[in-house]
């Protein structure tokens, strides 16, 4: 699978933004030394193994502080990498990359940490018929960028934001007067071709979802024995209705949870609880 940046017109105002936070009001300590317009080339380091994400937000970062920044990567996005592995030979004005260094490295080492965590999870349940997907558990912000590196790793995003899809969960339920309720009311209004998903709890909630005709149900915090009686009871229903687990999945639990027979498999995990992969540049 491909994973897809958002296009220049909505990745560089982002990008100037987190460079005019560091940058403030100049470069004190590069600009001190006088250097003028020296040309100087620079290796990026891999600190520790792991899969690497955003090398081209990267580049955009030093291209943006010098057009003519030369960013080479030497692996491919999404490679896993050991210790020690140079991953990129940049070549510019020695000003810009000192000014970029900081930005540019703190993405690539957010993205690539949430890239590695990503593919453990993709990787524990592999050879099943079951996908990983991620959630709007994501950094303000950074979103788009998180989302990025979640593709990097093998998975495929949820929605990006309420615009995309209808999802009902439970204070919705609660604010309409039961799953019933939601459902209609919000049929009645929803732009033709969105779908409608239920998040449910118990088997009551579940058979409402499908006499109402919701198009995903997610089954959140089952039990296994639940989640079972759950998916039987759905496929029985209707096959062509997706159906969603989330809620405490962990690289120990995933498999089990996958071997159910839901189709997707939700996790904030990948994002909330992956650490940086470090990554250094060395003149």
Partial sequence: MKA?????????????QWL??????????TAGLLIGNQIKSADWIVKEKGVIAGLSVAA???????????FTPLIQEGEYCEKGTKIAILEGSLEAL????RVALNLAMRLSGIATATRKYVE????????????????????????????????????LGLDDAIMIKDNHIVAAGGIAEAITKIRETMPY???IEVETETLEQVKIALEHQADIIMLDNMSLGLMREAVNL?????????????????????????ETGVDYISTSAPITRSNWLDLSMKM
């Fill in 98 to 101: 000192l000014m970029g260094e």
């Fill in 124 to 159: 524990a349940i592999a050879d099943l018929p079951c996908q990983l997907v991620d959630t709007r558990k994501t950094t303000p912000g950074l979103r788009l960028l998180e989302k990025y590196a979640i593709q990097v790793g093998g998975a495929k995003n949820h929605r």
């Fill in 4 to 16: 897809i940046l958002p296009p220049g017109i909505i990745l560089d105002p982002l990008l100037q």
């Fill in 20 to 29: 005019l936070e560091d940058i403030g009001r100049g470069d004190r300590s």
């Fill in 234 to 258: 759905i496929r029985q229903y209707n096959s062509r209705i997706k159906i969603e687990a989330s809620g405490n999945i962990t690289l120990e639990t995933i498999r089990s949870v996958a």
């Fill in 60 to 70: 955009r970062v030093f291209q943006l502080l010098d057009h003519q920044m030369k």
């Fill in 193 to 195: 071709p969105l779908t």
